[in-house]
Nanobody
Framework: VQLEEFGGGSVQAGGSLRLSCAVSGRTYDTHAMGWFRQAPGKERDFVATICWSKINIYYADSVKGRFTISRDDAKNMVYLQMNSLKPEDTAVYYC???????????????????WGQGTQVTVSS
């Protein structure tokens, strides 16, 4: 499984961005997909995840109600729609995948085996 993120950039506070992750390899019925982020000098933190059945979706408290994760397995894509962006959302955002059962998706970084190279998101006040 290979992952590549697109769609990062700079935006003012209150604005929106949509991140995309192109997935190579079969994941539609085998892998949960997630987004993580890492700000300078900080650890890589969980943002959102979706299981491959799409039944279970989880978000970090800090983004709940503002961010939406989705997956289009026909196109081998995963998305993160980010609205009402805040300066504290500034980070490198990573797409990730882990092998999973149908309804399971992990919020733990350690369970993810596959990672993209990351895309920078900068939110100015």
């Amino acid at each position: 499984v290979q992952l590549e993120e697109f769609g990062g950039g700079s935006v003012q506070a209150g604005g929106s961005l949509r991140l995309s992750c192109a997935v190579s390899g079969r994941t539609y019925d085998t892998h949960a997909m997630g987004w993580f982020r890492q700000a300078p000098g900080k650890e890589r933190d969980f943002v959102a995840t979706i299981c491959w059945s799409k039944i279970n979706i989880y978000y970090a408290d800090s983004v709940k109600g503002r961010f939406t994760i989705s997956r289009d397995d026909a196109k081998n894509m995963v998305y993160l729609q980010m609205n009402s962006l805040k300066p504290e959302d500034t980070a490198v955002y990573y797409c990730a995948a882990h092998y999973s059962t149908r309804d399971y998706a992990s919020t733990s970084r350690s369970e993810y085996s596959y990672w993209g190279q990351g895309t920078q998101v900068t939110v100015s006040s």
